[in-house]
């Protein structure tokens, strides 16, 4: 409440409970926020169009990418919780339903489902710029620790050891997972990063100019707006049985399981003009990577200044 109204970002990359629970308790908060940016979902009935994967690749072509189509027997997967729910939105549907619903924060919110963050892969390429920097690593160091100074011998290790391996390894520990489960061959989807990235878009001005969006969005520029609804548990609509799928947490299971469609978002494109959720059809990978290396190489030169400035002290 300190801050002015309409000035305040949520990143909400979790179960919406505490959002909830936030403008329950305190709905004067709402006036506040300028936006809310919400990782959670999957739409499927192939939503997605016009967006660049980092392969370069359209919907359809990239593995992996989610693209039910709209036929009873849910021959596409839709979630990666349940066939037909993501994690964050079936673990409290309640709570989604209450956001989605609501007046005033509907019209603030962004929702990034597995559409959008499943065309954003850590492909071998960008692993290999997320370990080694911008540069080959058969190259020439790009950074070392310090200059050193009359009478000292300049140390060549890089200038944070840390750091990036420590991303590398953030980003490929599920690569497994969505390989053998969800047929991502080429690397790994990231989630969270991508709902942050809202945040980095609100600040290019959004119009209808093309050039715009060519300056440097990651997500597109649209007045598409859209009415969200959540499947409530035990709400078990159009079932799917589950052959041959490896179990996944509490809702995992064996070979015949039958799923029910509790958690699942099911979103509806409004009358132009009329305020609701935005919801991306599409992003540009190549751009959002970009914007992460040079987070990274910033990180890395606070990092290494803070450091030179412990190693002063300690002399």
């Not at 492909?123 to 920097?133: C, D, F, K, Q």
């Not at 080959?136 to 391996?165: I, M």
């Not at 980003?171 to 989630?191: D, K, M, N, Q």
């Not at 910033?298 to 803070?306: D, H, N, Q, T, V």
Request: contains cysteine; hydrophobic residues 35%; charged residues 30%.
């Amino acid at each position: 409440m300190a801050h002015p109204k309409d000035t305040v970002w949520i990143v909400a990359t979790g179960a919406l409970t505490n959002v909830a629970v936030l403008i329950e308790r305190f709905p004067e908060v709402v006036g506040h926020v300028r936006g809310l940016s919400v990782m959670g979902g999957g739409v499927g009935g192939g939503f997605i169009g016009g967006g660049k994967g980092g392969d370069g690749k359209g919907e359809g072509e990239r593995e992996g990418t989610v693209q039910s189509e709209e036929e009873e027997e849910g021959d596409k997967r839709v979630g990666n919780w349940t066939w037909w729910a993501e994690f964050n939105i079936w673990s409290d549907p309640q709570a989604a339903t209450q956001i989605f619903s609501h007046p005033i924060l509907r019209k603030k919110t962004t929702l990034i489902p597995l559409d959008i963050t499943h065309q954003v892969l850590a492909t071998p390429e960008v692993l290999s710029r997320i370990l080694h920097g911008s540069s080959s690593p058969s190259e020439t160091k790009r950074h070392t620790e310090y200059t050193a100074g009359e009478g000292e011998q300049e140390d060549e290790k890089p200038r944070h050891a840390t750091l990036r391996p420590l991303l590398h390894s953030i980003l490929t520990f599920f690569a497994e997972t969505y390989r053998s489960v969800f047929g991502f061959t080429r690397g790994p989807p990231v989630h969270d990063p991508v709902a942050v990235a809202v945040l980095l878009d609100s600040l290019v001005r959004e119009d209808e100019d093309e050039d715009v969006e060519q300056g440097g969005r990651i997500l597109p520029v649209s007045r598409e707006r859209f009415g969200v609804t959540v499947v409530p548990h035990g709400d078990k609509g159009v079932e799917k049985t589950i052959e041959d799928e490896r179990g996944m947490g509490s809702e995992g299971g064996g070979t015949g399981r039958r799923e029910g469609q509790g958690g699942r978002t099911i979103v509806r494109l409004l009358p132009e003009g009329e305020e609701g959720v935005r919801v991306p059809r599409g992003v540009d990978a190549p751009a959002f990577w970009r914007v992460v290396e040079g987070c990274v190489e910033r990180a890395e030169e606070s990092l290494f200044i803070g450091e030179m400035e412990g190693k002063g002290r300690g002399r």
